[in-house]
């Protein structure tokens, strides 16, 4: 799937192209913080201690 998006020159949404020093490149997943689940994760622990 990679291969023919190198082939045709385009980056997929949602991901970025990294340079690497050996020549090669890479695509790389754009990380996108959830923050609503990060409330969640937290308030659960809450309940949990107390």
Do not use: A, C, W
Request: glycine residues 6%; proline residues 2%.
């Amino acid at each position: 799937m990679l291969i023919n998006y190198v082939k045709e020159g385009i980056v997929p949404e949602g991901f970025y192209v990294k340079h690497t020093k050996n020549g090669t490149i890479q695509f790389r997943r754009i990380k996108k913080k959830d923050t609503q689940s990060m409330i969640e994760k937290y308030e659960k622990k809450l309940e949990e201690l107390k």
